[in-house]
Each structure stands twice: as structure tokens, then as C-alpha cells.
């Protein structure tokens, strides 16, 4: 393997997700150069369903209360507690990184493929702010299946949100987690319907 190979799969294969995250988040051309990754993923038909909606410094507050009201739209009665959780996450991270999914459900592209390109844009954020040093996690909750604030943040139906993911520095150099063995979630195809070890009790 040569040795950019061997760069790159060492990246892929020890990012982790973590909130435990501080100043700073990628800004300027090394923030543009990430948010690149994602038109690398696959999409079929061309339809580049994927949008990047970047809330850092004062606006990370107006989108805390975007959320907190998300969250009383969609609960009676919303526990205060978490609220307040709420609130302080999405006020106090680096940055969040908000993906929208732009969607065309009357398109050949069945909406479920279009779905599926939005994930693989994710999945490259995730990488490349990883190979870029920083910090990441994909969080959603029921907000982000409010329609009413993906349309405050720009996405009405038939658009909606993917998640939010909050950026920065990771608090702990080496916060990776313990990578899982892949050997339970593979099988070699010979005829007959496979079994998978990661499906057995
Ligand atoms: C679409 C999507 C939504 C997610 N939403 C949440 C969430 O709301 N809260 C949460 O703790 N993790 C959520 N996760 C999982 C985390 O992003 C993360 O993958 C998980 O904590 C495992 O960490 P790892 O990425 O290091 O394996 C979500 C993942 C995806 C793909």
C-alpha cells in the first residue's frame, strides 16, 4: 500500500464522533476546502441534493431558540430540563453545520436514492473535518423532522433537514472510540441467502 493510501485509510478508519468539542472550527479556505468533500459523494442522476447551512458566532443563539421552540411545537409539555440542554448545546458549539436535503420527489430519482446521497454528503463531512483535525457528530432528534423549522432555515417542503452537525476541536487529543470488528457485518454471496453473525441472539 503506498503511503497516501495508508494515510487515508488510517483516517477513515479512526474517526469517532464526539460533542466534547471546543474552539476552533474551520473557517475561511480550510472550512471551504472540507465543505468540498461533500460533492464528492455519490449521486445519482446529478441532482446534488445536499445543502450546507453554516450557523457560527451570534446566530448559533438565534438558532438555540429556533430549537427550543421546535421543541415546544412538538411536546405539550417539554421537559424544562431538557430545554435548557437543548439550548446551551446548540448555542455553545464552535459551529453547527446544518444539512439540508433538497429534494425532487416528482424526479425519476426515487427520493429514497436522493435521501441516500445527502447520508454519503454527511459521511464525507464527517471525513474530511476528521482528516482536517477537528472534531464532529450528526445529531438529529424529532426537531429536525419539524417542518416548520426546516423551513425557517430555508428548507420548505418537499425540502427538509438531514441533521445538524456540530463542529470544532475535539476537548481530548485522542478522543477516539474503540473500533468494533467488521467480520459480523460481512458475507460472501454463493447462492443461497446470507446470514450475518451481527443478527444472531
Ligand atoms: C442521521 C443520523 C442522526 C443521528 N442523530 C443522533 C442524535 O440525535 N443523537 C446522538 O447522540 N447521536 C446521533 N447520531 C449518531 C452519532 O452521530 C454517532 O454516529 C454515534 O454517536 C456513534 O459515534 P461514531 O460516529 O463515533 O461511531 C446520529 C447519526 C446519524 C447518521
Excluded at 185 to 194: I, L, R, S
Aim: charged share 30%.
Amino acid at each position: 500500500m503506498n503511503k497516501h493510501a495508508h494515510i487515508a485509510l488510517e483516517s477513515l478508519l479512526s474517526r469517532s464522533s464526539t460533542d466534547a468539542l471546543t474552539k476552533p472550527a474551520p473557517k475561511g479556505e480550510e472550512l471551504e476546502t472540507i465543505l468540498s468533500a461533500v460533492m464528492r459523494a455519490p449521486d445519482h442522476g446529478k441532482l446534488r441534493p445536499w445543502r450546507l447551512v453554516v450557523v457560527k458566532g451570534d446566530a448559533r443563539v438565534k438558532l438555540a431558540e429556533k430549537i427550543v421552540e421546535s421543541m415546544k411545537r412538538l411536546h405539550a409539555d417539554p421537559d424544562p430540563k431538557k430545554l435548557e440542554k437543548r439550548y446551551k448545546r446548540f448555542s455553545t458549539m464552535p459551529m453547527t453545520i446544518v444539512l439540508g436535503m433538497h429534494l425532487r420527489p416528482d424526479d425519476k430519482i426515487p427520493l429514497l436514492e436522493q435521501e441516500l446521497a445527502v447520508g454519503a454528503a454527511g459521511m464525507n463531512l464527517l471525513n474530511a473535518l476528521h482528516a482536517a483535525g477537528y472534531g464532529a457528530v450528526w445529531v438529529s432528534g424529532d426537531v429536525a423532522y419539524d417542518p416548520v423549522l426546516a423551513e425557517e432555515l430555508g428548507f420548505p417542503a418537499p425540502h427538509a433537514l438531514a441533521g445538524f452537525f456540530f463542529v470544532g476541536t475535539p476537548e481530548k487529543k485522542d478522543h477516539e472510540t474503540k473500533r468494533r470488528p467488521v467480520a459480523p457485518y460481512v458475507a460472501e454471496w454463493t447462492g443461497e441467502p446470507v446470514s450475518f453473525d451481527a443478527d444472531k441472539d
